[in-house]
Protein backbone atom coordinates (compact mmCIF):
# COMPACT_ATOMS: atom_id res chain seq x y z
CA UNK A 1 0.00 0.00 0.00
CA UNK A 2 1.28 3.33 -0.90
CA UNK A 3 1.92 5.94 2.36
CA UNK A 4 -1.17 7.31 2.51
CA UNK A 5 -1.62 11.51 4.71
CA UNK A 6 -4.44 10.72 6.87
CA UNK A 7 -5.33 13.66 9.37
CA UNK A 8 -6.70 12.46 13.17
CA UNK A 9 -9.06 14.92 14.31
CA UNK A 10 -9.65 14.70 17.97
CA UNK A 11 -11.41 16.31 20.96
CA UNK A 12 -10.32 15.58 24.42
CA UNK A 13 -11.78 16.49 27.80
CA UNK A 14 -9.43 14.27 30.45
CA UNK A 15 -6.83 12.61 28.15
CA UNK A 16 -8.74 9.81 27.61
CA UNK A 17 -9.22 10.75 23.64
CA UNK A 18 -5.93 12.32 23.55
CA UNK A 19 -4.27 9.00 24.18
CA UNK A 20 -5.89 7.26 21.87
CA UNK A 21 -5.34 9.70 19.53
CA UNK A 22 -1.78 9.37 19.80
CA UNK A 23 -1.69 5.86 19.41
CA UNK A 24 -3.58 5.47 16.58
CA UNK A 25 -0.66 8.44 15.16
CA UNK A 26 1.96 5.59 16.52
CA UNK A 27 0.40 3.12 14.85
CA UNK A 28 -0.13 4.56 11.34
CA UNK A 29 3.56 6.14 11.31
CA UNK A 30 4.61 2.51 11.89
CA UNK A 31 3.08 1.23 8.82
CA UNK A 32 4.05 3.88 6.99
CA UNK A 33 1.95 6.31 6.99
CA UNK A 34 2.04 10.09 7.60
CA UNK A 35 -0.10 10.38 10.76
CA UNK A 36 -1.32 14.27 11.13
CA UNK A 37 -2.64 15.25 14.92
CA UNK A 38 -5.36 18.25 15.04
CA UNK A 39 -6.91 18.68 18.11
CA UNK A 40 -9.90 21.06 18.53
CA UNK A 41 -9.34 23.34 20.57
CA UNK A 42 -5.48 24.07 19.58
CA UNK A 43 -5.66 24.01 15.47
CA UNK A 44 -8.30 25.63 13.01
CA UNK A 45 -9.77 24.08 10.34
CA UNK A 46 -7.78 25.86 7.65
CA UNK A 47 -4.46 24.17 8.75
CA UNK A 48 -6.61 20.50 9.10
CA UNK A 49 -7.48 21.47 5.31
CA UNK A 50 -3.67 22.74 4.53
CA UNK A 51 -2.06 19.89 4.92
CA UNK A 52 -4.24 17.96 2.40
CA UNK A 53 -4.94 14.80 3.38
CA UNK A 54 -6.57 11.64 1.81
CA UNK A 55 -8.24 10.22 4.69
CA UNK A 56 -9.33 11.42 8.12
CA UNK A 57 -10.15 9.57 11.72
CA UNK A 58 -12.26 11.74 13.66
CA UNK A 59 -12.20 11.00 17.65
CA UNK A 60 -14.32 12.40 20.77
CA UNK A 61 -15.32 12.32 24.39
CA UNK A 62 -19.17 11.58 24.71
CA UNK A 63 -20.85 14.95 26.78
CA UNK A 64 -23.78 14.41 28.25
CA UNK A 65 -24.62 11.65 25.69
CA UNK A 66 -23.51 13.76 22.61
CA UNK A 67 -20.50 14.64 21.14
CA UNK A 68 -18.36 17.19 22.89
CA UNK A 69 -19.60 20.20 21.61
CA UNK A 70 -16.47 22.12 20.05
CA UNK A 71 -15.86 18.90 17.72
CA UNK A 72 -19.31 19.63 16.41
CA UNK A 73 -18.29 22.76 15.92
CA UNK A 74 -14.75 21.93 13.89
CA UNK A 75 -16.64 19.66 11.84
CA UNK A 76 -18.82 22.30 10.87
CA UNK A 77 -16.04 24.56 10.37
CA UNK A 78 -14.18 22.01 8.07
CA UNK A 79 -17.72 21.69 6.03
CA UNK A 80 -17.46 25.82 5.11
CA UNK A 81 -14.37 25.52 4.10
CA UNK A 82 -13.54 21.98 2.89
CA UNK A 83 -16.37 21.26 -0.63
CA UNK A 84 -12.88 21.01 -2.61
CA UNK A 85 -11.18 18.59 0.14
CA UNK A 86 -8.54 16.07 -0.87
CA UNK A 87 -10.00 13.93 2.04
CA UNK A 88 -12.10 10.81 0.50
CA UNK A 89 -12.89 9.12 3.66
CA UNK A 90 -13.46 9.22 7.36
CA UNK A 91 -13.69 6.71 10.37
CA UNK A 92 -14.64 7.57 13.92
CA UNK A 93 -13.56 6.75 17.41
CA UNK A 94 -15.46 7.58 20.75
CA UNK A 95 -14.81 7.53 24.56
CA UNK A 96 -17.67 7.02 26.20
CA UNK A 97 -19.24 5.60 29.53
CA UNK A 98 -22.76 4.49 29.03
CA UNK A 99 -23.92 6.11 25.47
CA UNK A 100 -21.83 5.83 22.40
CA UNK A 101 -22.00 8.36 20.23
CA UNK A 102 -20.38 7.39 16.83
CA UNK A 103 -23.24 7.68 15.28
CA UNK A 104 -23.86 10.91 16.11
CA UNK A 105 -20.31 12.20 14.69
CA UNK A 106 -20.74 10.32 11.77
CA UNK A 107 -23.65 12.63 10.84
CA UNK A 108 -22.03 15.22 11.62
CA UNK A 109 -19.21 14.74 9.09
CA UNK A 110 -21.87 13.57 6.74
CA UNK A 111 -24.17 16.80 7.19
CA UNK A 112 -20.66 19.53 6.84
CA UNK A 113 -18.72 16.86 4.03
CA UNK A 114 -21.08 15.13 2.06
CA UNK A 115 -18.67 14.15 -0.20
CA UNK A 116 -16.53 12.19 2.12
CA UNK A 117 -17.27 8.82 2.34
CA UNK A 118 -17.46 7.60 6.08
CA UNK A 119 -16.54 4.31 7.34
CA UNK A 120 -19.13 2.34 8.73
CA UNK A 121 -17.05 0.58 11.32
CA UNK A 122 -16.44 2.32 14.48
CA UNK A 123 -14.46 2.54 17.39
CA UNK A 124 -16.14 2.86 20.48
CA UNK A 125 -14.09 2.83 23.37
CA UNK A 126 -15.50 2.29 26.59
CA UNK A 127 -13.79 4.51 29.81
CA UNK A 128 -14.11 5.22 33.45
CA UNK A 129 -17.00 4.39 34.73
CA UNK A 130 -20.37 5.66 35.63
CA UNK A 131 -18.70 7.63 38.37
CA UNK A 132 -17.61 10.94 37.45
CA UNK A 133 -14.49 10.77 39.58
CA UNK A 134 -12.89 8.00 37.40
CA UNK A 135 -13.44 10.87 34.19
CA UNK A 136 -11.15 12.99 35.30
CA UNK A 137 -8.10 10.04 35.54
CA UNK A 138 -6.99 8.35 31.90
CA UNK A 139 -9.33 4.90 32.52
CA UNK A 140 -9.74 3.49 28.90
CA UNK A 141 -10.77 -0.50 29.56
CA UNK A 142 -7.89 -3.08 29.43
CA UNK A 143 -7.72 -3.79 25.85
CA UNK A 144 -8.12 -0.60 24.14
CA UNK A 145 -4.43 -0.62 22.30
CA UNK A 146 -5.91 -4.07 20.33
CA UNK A 147 -9.04 -2.73 19.56
CA UNK A 148 -7.56 0.23 18.06
CA UNK A 149 -4.99 -1.34 16.73
CA UNK A 150 -7.66 -3.43 14.78
CA UNK A 151 -9.45 -0.54 13.67
CA UNK A 152 -6.69 1.20 12.28
CA UNK A 153 -5.87 -2.15 10.59
CA UNK A 154 -9.22 -2.26 8.91
CA UNK A 155 -9.44 1.04 8.21
CA UNK A 156 -6.26 1.23 6.35
CA UNK A 157 -7.78 -2.12 4.51
CA UNK A 158 -10.99 0.04 3.41
CA UNK A 159 -8.40 2.90 2.20
CA UNK A 160 -6.83 0.23 -0.62
Given at each position: MNELKIAI?????????????????EQLQE???EALLFRTKKTKPAELLACQPEALLVGGPTHMGKPALTLGKYIKKLGKLGQT????KAAVFNCYTGDIVCDAIK????????????????LPIRTGGENAELWKEVALQNNWKEETSNFISNFL???S
Open positions: LYDSKYGNTKQLAEFMAGGHSTIHNLISDALPQIEIVEKCTVL
